[in-house]
């Protein structure tokens, strides 16, 4: 089964918010190897301008994670997930991301294109604070292998 065309332009419900704690923050700095105080200590984030640490750039996968559930888990998505890679992803951000935010999560598919046999679904998950604020964009492309001959 091949993924289907027609999810560009389809957009999902908001995920439940995720509340960013302290901790989070801090593991996720630990495993990408991110070293700078703002990830761990409250008081060098405050000294900075933030009220908590700072998440690393790359933290919002761990909100886009359910927003890209949502896309495989579509009836009519044609996307084995055994035959997914993650190809790209980048985040474009409006304001850095501290302990104590709340994020609400939109997934809109943006591209599909079909390439050697292969799929290569985009889509972006927009995040936005309890205000409703836009804090980052993360847009993802996913890698659907085509059978193999």
């Given amino acids: 089964m091949s993924v289907n065309p027609e999810l560009v332009g389809r957009a999902f419900p ?9 901790e989070k923050v801090r593991e996720f700095a630990r495993a990408v190897l991110a070293e700078n105080p703002l ?3 409250p008081e060098a984030a405050r000294q900075a301008g933030y009220d908590d640490v700072v998440a690393p750039p790359t933290f919002p996968i761990v909100v886009q ?4 559930a949502q896309l495989l888990a579509e009836p009519d998505a044609g996307i084995d997930f055994t035959r997914v890679v993650h190809g790209d992803q980048r985040f ?5 991301i501290v302990a104590g935010d709340e994020l609400t999560a939109t997934l809109a ?4 294109k079909s390439l050697g046999g292969h799929s290569m679904v985009t889509s972006e998950s927009v995040m936005t604070d309890a205000s ?18």
């Fill in 65 to 68: 994670e359910s927003t890209l």
């Fill in 132 to 149: 409703g604020s836009h804090v980052v964009t993360a847009v993802s492309t996913l890698v659907v292998r085509g059978d193999e001959s």
């Fill in 39 to 41: 990830h761990f200590d």
């Fill in 14 to 22: 908001p995920t439940a918010p995720y509340t960013v704690g302290r």
């Fill in 92 to 96: 474009s951000y409006t304001r850095p």
């Fill in 109 to 112: 598919v943006t591209s599909v």
